[in-house]
């Protein structure tokens, strides 16, 4: 079935640091591809999203792009700040049937004053 | 604000009790996902319901059961609980078609069985 593996955290960063966080796919069709995060004490609120190949999703300074070739969609940041700091979730959605969403572990980040 | 509530925000309770978790979906959204979030298991899917009906499961005991009214809000009952059912339940809804480009969550049920 699909699956989504992210990088195993935390992750910890100096403030201005540059970000990646990993995330790779399996799925069969075409899926699209979310970022989600998660602040303590809160719900998921979407980051970004990108719902087909070669697309770059982005908001707040992050950015994804969906590369088929590689299966991936991995987190970039180039400059990270201490509110940053919360669980950051790659998910996808199936291509078809119940456009239920499948999600990798989570990845924590901790920037650092 | 996603526009998704649930109540209640926490809920104590012992083994071997039942409750229900309450879900709204943003106005004109017909599909509601259930999921749950827990340390070992991370965010499992549970459950969908579109337009009143079930349209998928996914790893949900036979515990635990959720229906979606005519007024499209959601209720996941969870019977019988369990130490193992403590976690973080949301429910998530998204738009007027079948297809899901993006759903929406709620802030999520904290449920502590004792």
Not at chain 1, 51 to 65: C, L, M, P, R, V
Request: net charge negative; with cysteine.
């Amino acid at each position: 079935g699909d699956s989504v593996t992210q990088m195993e955290g935390p992750v910890t960063l100096s403030e201005e640091a540059f970000l990646t966080i990993n995330c790779t796919y399996t799925a069969t069709g075409y899926p699209s591809l979310f970022w989600y995060v998660q602040y303590p004490g809160e719900g998921l609120q979407l980051l970004l999203k990108a719902t087909k190949a070669d697309d770059k999703g982005s908001n707040k300074g992050f950015e994804a792009t969906y590369r088929k070739e590689t299966t991936s969609f991995h987190l970039e940041k180039g400059s990270v700040q201490v509110s940053d700091s919360a669980v950051y979730f790659c998910a996808l959605s199936e291509a078809s049937g119940t456009y239920k969403y499948i999600f990798g572990t989570g990845t924590r980040l901790k920037v650092l004053a | 604000d996603s526009g998704v509530t649930q109540t209640p925000k926490h809920l104590i309770t012992a083994t071997g009790q039942r409750v229900t978790l309450r879900c709204s979906p943003r106005s004109g959204d017909l599909s509601v996902y259930w999921y749950q979030q827990s340390l070992d298991q991370g965010l499992q899917f549970l459950i969908q319901y579109y337009n009143g009906e079930e349209r998928a499961k996914g790893n949900i005991l036979e515990r635990f059961s959720a229906q979606q009214f005519p007024d499209l809000h959601s209720e996941l009952n969870l019977s019988s609980l369990e130490l193992g059912d403590s976690a973080l339940y949301f429910c998530a809804s998204s738009g007027p078609s079948g297809r899901a480009y993006e759903q929406f969550f709620g802030p999520g049920t904290r449920l502590t069985v004792l």
